[in-house]
């Protein structure tokens, strides 16, 4: 007797002896120890025709002969047409267009924030797509940022930050910021170089039931110099005689 192996979507297994294929619809919820990138499947003996004896089963692999993808393929392919990138840094002190870059001291607050926050810089980003017969939707979602100051410290922030305006003066920001204990003289061109590293979070889930979360990174720089105040005493040379005679 001929079997027919199948067509990619469904597939004669010799182990299990019934034609498997990814099941259609609403799968039922994943149990403990099958990971988000696992498929539903069903075991029939016959291609076409539904059977008493069809049973389910789920794995963590596809099975040989199916060229289908999972829920969790299928969103790690969409997530990866994701045009995400590093913030847009907004830091005080600005671009000084006498000096083309930033500057400031050892002590003084350094306000750090998102500047222009966008779907592609900080989210929420959405996209929905079908992709070898899984419908997904992915929405991405920054969830904090880890600026990297340049001399070995570093500093995490879970929201846009706070901009700076004039007004404050050299007050702390309330809400992002940082202190330099040393100055920038001993890096290359006399800067630091500061890395915002944006961390996302891509929660997916899948018509068919499934749900996960895959997470991502974006990064963006900008440099600073740190300079040291000095403190300048003036001797007073003036001489006053209060003795009320004549020198």
Not at 61 to 69: D, S
Not at 72 to 86: N, P, S, V, W
Not at 120 to 133: D, I, N, R
Not at 187 to 202: E, F, H, I, K, L
Request: glycine content about 10%; charged content about 15%; proline content about 8%.
């Amino acid at each position: 007797m001929k079997i027919n192996c199948g067509d990619g979507f469904r597939y004669w297994s010799n182990n299990r002896q019934c034609y498997v294929a990814m099941v259609d619809g609403v799968w039922p919820a994943r149990p403990a120890g099958i990971d988000q990138e696992a498929g539903y499947y069903r075991c029939s003996p016959h291609v076409d025709m539904p059977s008493t004896i069809t049973s389910y089963f789920w794995s963590n692999t596809i099975p040989p002969g199916l060229t289908v993808y999972t829920p969790g393929m299928a969103a790690r392919k969409l997530i990866e047409t994701f045009q995400i990138r590093g913030i847009d840094i907004g830091m005080a002190p600005e671009v000084n267009p006498a000096w083309g870059h930033r500057r400031s001291y050892v002590g003084v607050p350094i306000w750090l924030w998102v500047d222009n926050p966008q779907p592609l810089t900080w989210g929420p980003y959405t996209e929905t797509a079908t992709l070898g017969g899984q419908t997904i939707t992915a929405t991405a979602q920054v969830t904090s940022v880890i600026w990297n100051m340049g001399d070995g410290a570093s500093t995490v922030c879970g929201g846009t930050g706070t901009p700076y305006n004039a007004g404050i003066g050299l007050q702390p920001s309330p809400t992002c910021g940082y202190r330099y204990a040393t100055t920038s003289d001993r890096n290359a061109n006399d800067r630091y170089t500061v890395t915002a590293t944006s961390q996302w979070t891509v929660t997916w889930t899948a018509l068919a039931g499934p749900t996960g979360t895959i997470n991502l990174t974006a990064t963006s720089a900008d440099e600073l110099e740190i300079n040291e105040l000095q403190t300048v005493i003036v001797p007073n040379d003036s001489t006053t005689d209060t003795s009320g005679g004549t020198p």
